[in-house]
């Protein structure tokens, strides 16, 4: 069946409508004409296939992965990465007006090289093979080479010899410094902060692009606040960045090995005016007062509803919220509209070749 290619979805794929119906086509571009075969037929919407491109985009490279479309990584890589930056900016302003009903120009998008970002992967080992699952199963690709990994990785992937069935590898950011299964941690920096970085730890992954991230949330800080919580403070590091920027930090994250590197963070840094609690969030979120500078930085579910409630009792100044994922970034803006305002939102390109993107959004209150 040939079809014309409207526009492209929220996870890179191609658009189109066939009897009124919406039609996902993987590795179909805008204005593409495609020929299809359907690989799914839902009530409401259809899958296809592209068996054929009749008419290619002027948009469309070259792939240059052997692994493309098999192991699930990537989603972009035919698309020219100029046009993949003006398509997340462009998608995070559409999600804003359709899921927040916030008509919001964001700021123009950050991005750095698309290869060799990634400071940490997992792989899976078994059989003989060690790499990605292939999409939607559980086969493992045999991986020697990934174009995403931190080329420190990527050299030494064939000297990893173990049974173990995960493998989770990482570098420092100045790639340096190697971490694979047996060895606990690695310290990395982002400026002029290192940071004590075990190997169950969460770390933000692309090791270009990181500083302008944090960067983005320090020059969100107008002015010398006096008590700010960073929620979801991972190692701490956003908090132990912007630290002498404020009087006080608070950092709160779940996860045990987070809190344990963060008050090893703390030490390596000298930073006094930190301390972290290990708890969910919506657990402790009552107990703060006065607190005049909120940090945000959850995981790709958004803020829950009692979070929410909460920032809106506890009211500070300034909130600054940092998202992977623009739908519930977009739903939570929405949510506290009536006492926030957006002063400005800046997308940045952290998972280059995939669908992903994230931001920065400075909120002040009305
Ligand atoms: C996107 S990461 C951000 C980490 C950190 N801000 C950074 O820049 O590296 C989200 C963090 O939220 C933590 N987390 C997820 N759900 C949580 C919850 N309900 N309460 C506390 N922490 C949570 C995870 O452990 C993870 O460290």
Sequence with gaps: MQVKIEKLDNFGRGITHINNKICFVENALPNEKVDIEITKDKAKYQEAK????????????????????KCGGC???HLAYDKENEYKEKKLEETLKHIGNLNIRVNKIIYNNEFNYRNKVTFHNANNKLGYYEKNTRNIINIDYCLLLDNLINDNIKN???????????SSNNSKELLINNKDHIITNIGDKKYYLSKESFFQINK????????????GINKKYKKCLDLYCGIGSIGIYISDLVNEVIGVDYNESNINDANKNKELNNINNIRFICDKVE????????????????????????????????????????SCDQATLSRDLKELNDKYKIIEITPLNMFPRTYHCESVTVLERR
């Design 50 to 69: 592209v068996i054929k491109i009749l008419e290619a985009s002027k948009d469309r490279i070259e792939v240059d992965c052997p692994y493309y479309n």
């Design 75 to 77: 989603s972009l890589r």
């Design 160 to 170: 990893i010899k173990t049974n173990d069935k995960e493998v989770i590898i990482r």
């Design 208 to 219: 270009y692009l990181t500083k302008e991230l944090y960067d983005l949330v320090r020059n």
């Design 283 to 322: 657990n402790i979120i009552d107990n703060f007062s006065d607190i005049d500078l909120i940090i945000v930085d959850p995981p790709r579910a958004g803020l829950d509803n009692k979070t929410k409630d909460y920032i809106r009792i506890i009211n500070p100044e300034r909130l600054i919220y940092v």
